[in-house]
């Protein structure tokens, strides 16, 4: 059976999350039904990175075997013809070898952290970011993030219902930069705990605002006591943007 790689676009907000799930529709459900109406191969659809309800995706990973050979781009133009009003959107199909995974074969997951930062409700980026009226100090949260970088137990910054069975991630970059209005955070690691860098993102907010000084988050990492978290950013913000091979 041949496997193909597909390289997904979606915007979270009215699905459940990537993974299939009986209280409603999931990224993953959505593309599995287009497929089985093109080409009904035994097997599912396996992800890169099972974002929450309300996260969304430029560019997630998934791998699929199908029952025939297809042409790759006849196979992207087929799904998003059978997705459609979905906001769901394959941006390139490939074949690739059987031993490709998308969620084992990654070498680095990276995602952004979207948060506007001004007085005024959100238009166009309703359900897309964080909105936050306080100004916020991104230079501060800058020079905090760089703290949690490398090899520690997150557990701080893990969600108690984490399936992970080692709390220990090495946490590769986290950068925070001020464009205008926004403010953007990069996270890049491996693999992250279960909302892992919405948690991060939460704690660095709290530095911004002047609630908490650089040597609080650190403390707080130290902890591994989730209940020093200081809070969860909003699934609306974030947006898994690279996975690399």
């Known amino acids: 059976m041949p496997r193909y790689k597909l390289v997904i676009e979606y915007d979270g907000t009215d699905y459940v999350g990537w993974q299939r799930q009986a209280n409603g529709l999931s990224v993953q459900e959505v593309i599995e039904r287009a497929l089985a109406r093109l080409d009904p191969a035994p097997g599912g659809l396996r992800g890169a990175g099972r974002t929450d309800a309300g996260v969304h995706a430029s560019a997630q990973v998934g791998h699929v075997d199908l029952s025939r050979e297809w042409r790759p781009d006849k196979l992207r133009e087929a799904l998003n013809a059978q997705m459609r009003p979905e906001k769901v959107a394959i941006l390139l199909a490939e074949a690739v070898a059987d031993d490709f995974d998308a969620r084992f074969s990654a070498k680095a997951r990276h995602y952004l952290y979207r948060i506007v930062n001004r007085r005024a409700p959100l ?26 970088l490398g090899r520690h137990d997150f557990s701080t910054f893990r969600d108690a219902d984490c399936q992970a069975e080692n709390p220990v991630r090495t946490l590769d970059r986290l950068d925070v930069r001020r464009q205008g209005d926004e403010i953007h955070v990069y996270a890049s690691a491996r693999a992250f705990l279960h909302r892992q860098v919405r948690s991060m993102v939460g ?3 709290h530095v911004g605002s002047g ?9 707080a990492l130290e902890s591994c006591d989730r209940a020093r978290c200081g809070q969860v950013a909003p699934a609306a913000g974030l947006y898994l943007i690279g996975v690399d091979y």
Do not use: C, I, P, Y
Request: net charge negative; hydrophobic share 45%; charged share 30%.
């Open 123 to 148: 238009t166009f980026d309703s359900g897309n970011a964080w909105l936050v009226k306080r100004r916020l100090d991104s230079q501060a949260m800058h020079e905090a993030a760089q703290l949690l």
């Open 203 to 205: 704690s660095l907010e």
């Open 211 to 219: 609630k908490w000084r650089a040597e609080d988050l650190q403390a």
